[in-house]
């Protein structure tokens, strides 16, 4: 009896994922997306193409996409009602346009497929989301400053890297080639990312030898298709003398030998005071 209990419900379970797995092959499907990769502020005509794998004829076909909270906008549409005839395809074209500030990535695009059914009547919907791809380069300037630049004393060279693109720039990795200096840290910084409207620096401890050393730095990172990229940085650096850093102010003199100086010539004279005082109280008492 159990037996025959459990090849029934195995019968029924077969029987359900059997017309699940109709159902769900037998629909009105979103067949392909054709596009091609967004820049920020471009637009184009995207086709998007309905497969209709039902057993009858559908009618009054629309297609409606929600980019209410995407950086996309809707320019123009053909996605009036149509007839699509059983396991036919027919196309629904939007021009689209992407926000010129908008950050690369892959954005998932909701839509919303409705249809009449010729043998039921009854309207039908479908949701279902795809992917439209916006894509932006990095663009990479870079400034120099130093600290103590002083020639024959330790300092620090940063280099500021700012990313004035709309992509941003990963894995950034810096290396500089030391001219007219001394590196007293590595060679190599890694940096991580520098995004879209932001800085990042790469400092390095030297000791300047040179008064007109040059910072040569071999910068690489990848972009939003992961390509690498290497670029060499050429910049060049203001060292000064100890007494230019001295008449302007970079630096303070050095008044210690100064101070000692007059630390002694006062010592010296209150020891000569003393000793006169204290001839003087001799001799008196001596009554000289």
């Known amino acids: 009896m159990n037996k025959r209990i459990k090849i029934a419900f195995s019968i029924i379970v077969l029987i359900l994922l059997t017309l699940s797995t109709l159902s769900i092959a037998s629909a009105m499907t979103v067949k392909s997306v054709e596009a091609t990769n967004f820049q920020p502020g471009s637009q184009q005509e995207i086709t998007i193409e309905v497969k209709n794998t039902l057993d009858d004829d559908t009618e009054d076909v629309s297609l409606t996409l929600d980019l209410s909270k995407l950086p996309f906008t809707i320019i123009d549409s053909d996605s009036d009602d149509i007839e699509i005839s059983s396991d036919d395809t ?3 074209d939007f021009t689209i346009k992407a926000s010129s500030e908008a950050k690369a990535g892959d954005y998932q695009i909701p839509y919303t497929l409705s249809y009449k059914n010729n043998e039921t009547t009854a309207v039908e919907t479908k949701t279902g989301t ?5 894509e932006a380069n990095p663009e990479l300037v870079y400034t120099v400053s130093t600290e103590k630049a002083i020639v024959g004393s ?5 280099l500021k890297i700012v990313n004035k693109g ?8 810096v290396k500089i080639v030391p001219e007219g200096y ?11 990312t520098v995004s879209s409207d932001d800085s990042q620096t790469a400092s390095f401890d030297v000791i300047f030898k040179d008064k007109n050393p040059t910072l040569t730095a071999q ?13 060499t940085v050429t910049l060049p650096l203001t060292v000064y003398s100890t007494e230019e850093a001295l008449a302007l102010g970079i630096i303070k003199p050095d008044n210690t030998p100064v101070y000692m100086g007059i630390g002694i010539v006062i010592f010296a004279g209150w020891m000569i005071v003393r000793k006169i005082r204290k001839k003087k109280r001799i001799n008196k008492a001596q009554g000289k």
């Open 90 to 92: 027919e196309g629904f």
């Open 130 to 134: 795809f992917s439209l791809t916006i």
């Open 154 to 158: 330790q300092g620090k060279i940063t």
């Open 166 to 173: 709309l992509g941003d720039a990963k894995f950034v990795d």
């Open 182 to 192: 001394t590196l007293l840290s590595e060679a190599e910084n890694y940096v991580g």
């Open 219 to 231: 910068v690489e990172y990848k972009d939003f298709n992961n390509e690498k990229t290497t670029k």
